[in-house]
């Protein structure tokens, strides 16, 4: 059935581009008239020339970026790292959640768990098992961190993706630029800029399948030394399932001062407000008889006890740039975030409030030694977070129990100290080392004491990482890497909260994973119309987590050190420009990660299987055609392999412990026009057109409730507004 899907897929790919193709060149005449006023034509082919040129420079390598922590030519960078720019971004259909952002970067897994924003990430398998949220990948906005000290991020609420320029994507281990919150890689976002003039703006309106409802505005210029730029958002949709509504309310604002030439001082804010249904997971048996109707079901539990999650938070931060002499500048960030958190499960009703500051510092030194280059830094990183949490039984409907089972405060501190250093030992060959030394301390003050029981404690975990890379560029269109990294990736704070010993406490059981890995890539051009990346990795990883249940608390979820996992495959990613109108990406990650040993907190003991949620094979490739300078048609192909539910890898008669592969089919056509001189744009979309059943997430469950239905077909209409 697999294969049938893929080749239907194949022919839609195929009738959508060849009439393109072939239809080109006559739409294009088509607006060439012998009455068509001079300088209008005139205008038309210089703004088509400068969309050419747009195009070809896609291709271009010579791009610089900043994930790991200091300004490098990506050429001279030894990590595999994807950038993910405007084009690309404005092809997302829903402008949603992160998933859409990301397809187009192999080594990237997100797993949306309710068709809304409530999504987790794992890069390369790490943090792959988190229940929600993201462990152990740094991500930044506008120099922003998003994680807590110990390295987690709850969600990606703060960043509304309209208002994304650029996105650096880097694989791998990299503790040593960010300590535990990067040890499987880093995503940095970078919002907008204001224009030159003092005000322009846009705003979109999008409406889709299930009740999917989005309107976005934003705002931006430049006066005098402010350059600043403002968006905002209002979220709404009932979700695929029964019981997975959402909506959320987002705004940012960012405030640059060109203080001077050798000073520039920038300031963001945000809010967000977001809420959510949580249906939970289904189990085979209760969708067998009539899977295309039964799927979209919930959990029963989720209606009956009331299963939801509310975040409100508010983020602000300045980050300054100063060049203190020649060749030497200093760059610190300063930042606070404020955050109330509630959640319904069936076992307690959870309200957490969250204040968390931080600072990071680094300065930056430039040397020269003939044809030598050498690029020096030594900087520091410290946040703090303190956790009021009040837990209630959860009586039915997320009523709350008169007494609570839980009253403490956390303490979270993360203090790190690196040196990176880069050396150009002349136009082909760099060399990159650097060192950090970590030291993550949690705290618990428990203010129940249940029983006379204080479970008041402290853990603290610590660790020196490393890596070293070599670039090689023999020519200026090729060049190739290789790096060697550690990771440490000590306990998030849902691991140690859910606690299996007590109700309340730190689960002090739990030890850091630590990780080591190798990476071999290329990345070029051919031409000015191909270009290429290509990753091979290894990883090795001791105290991988797992997540297990227990019988006397059977509603909840807890995590253990559950074995050593060894992880190598390849990464790739394409784009071509075959002919001027037309462009071809792809991406795809060949995975093989399996446990060398698994020891179940239940007693079992397993070697040599695959870990779970991990597919072997995962495919994005994209095609879009501009048929004339106002329209543009595109079609995707999304295929991803079979996935095993827990560690044992064993299936049982129901089917129950894989999933099955799925191919899926999403098109695209915008159409841009004025409107009394202001741009519009429409913009249809369908995903999943051939309205494919498979599964979205799943997750380890030993009661079977482990499959979440992804959504059929899904039709939006968006509609872009702009001025300038």
Sequence with gaps: MSRLRFRLASAVLTFVLIPALLAGPAYASSGESGNQDPARSQAEEQAKEKAKEKTRSETNVEVTVTAPRVEIPLKKNPAATTVVETPILKTMPRTIAIDEVMKLVPGVKVDNQADGERVHLSIRGEGILTERGTRGIKTLVDGIPLNDPSGYVPDFYDIDWPGVRRIEVLRGPAATFYGSGSSGGIINVLTRDGGPDPVAGSAALVRGAFGLKKGFAEMGGTTGVLNYSLTGSMLTGDGYRDWSAYKGDKAHGKFAFTVSPKVKVTAVLGWADYWNQNPEGLNLDWFSADPETLRRQANPDSERMNEYQKTQRGTGGVTATIGLAENLDLTATAYYRHTRYEEAVPSTVIHRGFDTPGLLAQVNHKSSWGRVKNFLSVGADYAWQTIDEVKYPNLGDAVEGPEPVADQVMTQTGAGVFLLDRIELDRHWGLFGNVRYDRVTNSLDDHLQAGGTDLSGEVVYEQPTGRVGVTWNPAADFGLYASWGTGFLPPGTEELVNNPYALGGYNTELVAA???????????????????????????????????????????????????????????????????????????????????????????TFEDTWLPNCPPHQLYADAEYRVTRALTAGVSIEHMGAWYIDGTNEIQPNGYGRTDPYTLAHVRIGYRFEAGGT????????????????????????DGNSYQPAPTAEWSLQLRVGWK
Excluded at 679 to 702: A, H, K, M
Aim: charged letters at 25%; a negative charge; aromatic letters at 16%.
């Design 514 to 604: 630590t990780s080591k890995g190798e990476e071999v890539g290329a990345r070029g051009r051919i031409g000015r119309s191909l270009s290429y990346d290509v990753a091979l990795f290894h990883l090795a990883t001791e105290n991988d987590f797992g997540r297990y249940r227990i019988p006397e608390r059977p509603l909840e979820t807890f995590y253990g050190n559950v074995g050593s996992s060894r992880r190598y495959g390849v990464e790739t990613s394409l784009t071509w420009f075959p002919v001027e109108d037309l462009a071809l990406r792809a991406a795809y990650t060949y995975s093989h990660f399996k446990y060398v040993t698994v020891e179940t907190l239940t007693g079992e």
């Design 679 to 702: 741009p519009v744009e429409l913009f249809l979309s369908g995903r999943n057109i051939f309205n494919v059943l498979y599964y979205g997430f799943t997750e380890p469950d030993p």
